[in-house]
């Protein structure tokens, strides 16, 4: 079997999807994906055996100069992200069997006309449940497309997300569809997510209530990740009590100085050592004590359970990763799917949901001291047990079964 994954967005977009490009090479499958070019996606890449597919503008550059909400150059994206869906990934697909995406509209339905037009199996995959349609949910806001605030019926509200999607992206799509012979599509939203998406999330941390939409939740993906944890880090972990570990990711912070300096004072204030992560918002120590320790990119399978907690932004891939851990997590949610992962942390009693973006030495450090109650602690292990580690490959073995059951139709 040969299969073609396209996504496109920052890490929690990309590794999900080597883990399933891993797993299915492990059962048989050949297997390139299709993502942005950025060094960091190409050494992952790399580094898992999956050949890669650069497509697009490099992310990083992107996601670190985008003023949040903004709508400037949103146009220009969207084209550049269509055309590389009938181009490059397109040239990828050709001869396979299944195409797996994932990403904003303009790559799914891209995506999804590529599959139609070459006849072949088409996955939609999310990494978090806010985007996918339900009477139990609004939808999250377009850029530049607000939401009427007067009506608060979920289902109107996925209504009108559908028309906002259709007059932002429907003629875009329907130009590249006419052009390989496909005639338009009436619903550019639906059509991307198919009659049947994949929800790659942990049905305990984000159980999906039934809907109409026949959402397959398969568990989270992650890929197997065997690294070696650096010698400083190492040595630094060794060299006292668990430390706290604070990190936003790929999510830039506004004042990332200033963050740090709360975070750290923070966790010094419970009497605690820290871990600071750069990620995209640059965050860094912000003295020479020898109670804090900066790190790049590394294994957070294996950090996340050497850590007393873990402060992050709440994106799927790193609540989901420190719930595996057993460790308590404070979530400063910055936007997009945080406010929801951060909701959960709190309901399943895993850790704190700090209330908005950006924290003070006060309101950080109250929400430390209950992650690092015995109970908060007891909990997060307790729901660790109960936490999927085998989403991947539940996800790559439906994958073949139904390509093997495709073909056994077309063979009869």
Not at 170 to 199: C, K, M
Not at 233 to 257: E, I
Not at 307 to 328: C, F
Not at 340 to 361: D, K, S
């Amino acid at each position: 079997m040969r299969v073609v994954v396209s996504t496109y967005g920052a890490r929690g977009s990309v590794e999900p999807m080597v883990g399933l490009a891993v797993r299915l090479r492990e059962l048989g499958a050949e297997v390139r994906v299709c993502a942005p070019p950025d060094e960091e996606f190409a050494e992952l890449l790399a580094g898992a055996g999956v050949p890669h597919v650069p497509v697009g503008r490099p992310v990083r550059a992107m996601v670190t100069t985008v003023v949040p909400g903004s709508t400037v150059g949103l146009a220009q994206r969207a084209a550049e992200l269509t055309a590389a869906q009938f181009g490059p990934v397109a040239a990828a697909a050709e001869g396979c069997d299944a195409l797996v995406a994932c990403g904003p509209l303009p790559v799914t339905a891209g995506a999804r006309s590529v599959a139609e037009k070459a006849g072949i199996r088409y996955v939609h995959a999310s990494h978090q449940p806010i985007i996918l349609p339900s009477p139990h949910q609004p939808p999250p806001a377009r850029r530049g497309r607000p939401l009427p605030p007067g009506v608060s019926d979920n289902l109107e509200l996925w209504e009108i997300d559908a028309r906002n999607a259709d007059e932002m992206f429907g003629e875009l799509i329907d130009s590249h569809r006419a052009t390989i012979g496909l005639p338009p599509v009436d619903n550019v939203r639906d059509y991307a997510f198919s009659e049947q998406p994949w929800l790659a999330t942990d049905p305990i941390l984000s159980p999906w209530p039934p809907t109409d939409l026949d959402v397959v939740q398969t568990g989270a993906w992650f890929r197997p990740d065997e690294r070696r944890l650096p010698a400083a880090l190492s040595s630094f972990l060794d060299a006292g009590t668990p430390p706290v570990y604070v990190g936003f990711g790929s999510t830039p912070v506004s004042a990332s100085k200033d963050v740090a300096r709360v975070a750290v004072e923070a966790i010094r204030a419970q009497g605690r050592r820290a871990i600071v992560s750069h990620g995209y918002a640059g965050l860094d120590v912000i003295d020479d004590k020898d109670d804090c320790l900066a790190v790049g990119e590394t294994n957070h399978q294996a950090l996340f359970a050497r850590v007393a907690a873990v402060v992050h932004h709440g994106s799927s891939g790193t609540t989901t990763t420190a719930a595996r851990a057993g460790t308590p997590q404070v979530v400063v949610p910055q936007g997009a799917d945080h406010p929801y992962w951060a909701g959960r942390v709190a309901e399943l009693g895993i850790g704190v949901a700090h209330e908005g973006p950006t924290p003070t030495v006060e309101s950080l450090s109250a929400a430390l001291a209950t992650a690092l109650t015995p109970e908060t602690g007891a909990r997060a292990k307790a729901v660790a047990g109960q936490v999927r580690t085998d989403g991947a490959m539940v996800a790559a073995r439906r994958l073949f079964d139904e390509v093997r059951g495709a073909r056994s139709v077309r063979g009869r």
